[in-house]
Structure formats: C-alpha cells, structure tokens
C-alpha cells in the first residue's frame, strides 16, 4: 500500500528482457535502506525488490505488468517515479494507492498556470470499464506515474491534474511532454462504490 507521494525518482541503470519478464536495475538515494522481498512503487507500479548490489537494486516486470503499464517503454537512463510502501502509523499525505496500475494515458496538452502547469491526460473511453469505477472525478483522486494528484476538468476519457514546481522538479513530471505515455491508477474507492452499485 502507498500514498502517491512520490520519495524521488531514480535511475535505469541496466534492463535486462528474458522470457516474458524485464528486469530492471535502478539506483537511487536509499538503496542501502532497501531489503530483498520489499516492496517499491515505480511509475505507480508495486514491484519486489529481488537483487540488492553496488548501490543498485533490481526488481522484476512480468508480462501481465509490461502489457498494462509504461514499464516495458523504460530505457536506460530513464527516471522513475519511486515510493516505498506506506508505514501505517504515519500520515497518509496523499491517498489510498495500491500499486495496481490499471491502464497507460496519453499527454495530449501541457499549459502553463501562472508558475504551475496544467497537464492534461487521455485514456480509452470504454463504458464497461467505467461502469466497474475507472473514471476520473471532479475534485477526485488519480495516481499518475505514482504520483497522488488531484482531478480538474474530466470528460468520459481524459482529466487535467495542476502540477506544482516543486512536483515537476521532483518527479519525472519534468519530463513530461505531449506525446508521453503515463501509468494511471483510478481511486480505489470509486471502484468499490461502482461495485456496490451492481449489487443494486
């Protein structure tokens, strides 16, 4: 479990693509503070730590993962959005992340905001799947590349989210550009509320 508030980004430092599966090789400021079996957002993205050498540490994408997410488009070099899972005593400073990306969007716009900057993502319009909760709402929650945020202006397929300086310098917002593909995660809560609404 996370909170969408992003650590720091860290670095690709080596990919390397067998079978179905990539591992990737990160380093990164708390590397010495990570254990084998731990759990590690990226991009949104909850992966086991599996190796831990030379101030690098190495987790595992299956195929599942890589058909779902940005993950399979990483190259070395590349930053990633990281968090390690949330200590339940402490402040939940975003929202309830899970770590299970549920689809990619699309930048399709960027606009400044008077110090701050609009951006502006697109995703599938499928009404099945918006039935089952994967819909933004106005005021709502989204997680974007593991990064808690806040919705604006949502249609049936695409939300806008205002990025603070601070947001774009810490994370890999900073290079985000139109055309770039993100890792979404919808609000969990919205999806049990569209649950329930079966039920009905």
């Known amino acids: 479990m996370f909170s ?12 390397h693509r067998y079978g179905g ?10 590397v ?7 759990s590690v957002s ?18 595992t994408a299956m195929k599942e993962t890589l058909d779902r ?21 402490g402040r939940l400073d975003g929202h309830i992340v899970q770590g299970h990306v549920d689809e990619t969007a699309k930048c399709i716009d960027l606009r400044d905001a008077d110090g701050s900057t609009y951006f502006t993502f697109e995703y ?4 099945e799947m918006a039935q089952r909760g994967y819909f933004t709402v106005d ?7 593991g990064v808690s945020l806040t919705v604006c202006e949502p249609t049936d397929n695409t939300f ?33 509320i569209a649950r329930l609404k079966h039920f009905d």
């Open 124 to 127: 599938k319009n499928n009404k």
């Open 4 to 15: 969408g508030i992003v650590e720091e980004f860290a670095t690709v430092t080596n990919i």
């Open 69 to 89: 997410t940005n993950l399979s488009l990483l190259e070395v070099g590349d930053k990633v959005n990281v968090e390690r899972s949330m200590i339940m005593n």
């Open 32 to 38: 010495n503070e990570l254990k084998i079996d731990q």
């Open 139 to 145: 005021k709502g929650s989204v997680t974007v590349n």
């Open 160 to 192: 806008t989210v205002a990025i603070i300086p601070y947001t774009r310098e810490n994370t890999n917002f900073c290079d985000i550009q139109v055309g770039t593909v993100v890792n979404i995660e919808f609000d969990i809560l919205g999806k049990y």
């Open 42 to 59: 990226h991009n949104g993205v909850c992966l086991t730590v599996v190796e831990i050498k030379d101030n690098t540490y190495t987790v």
């Open 21 to 30: 599966n990539i591992d990737f090789t990160l380093t990164c400021s708390f």
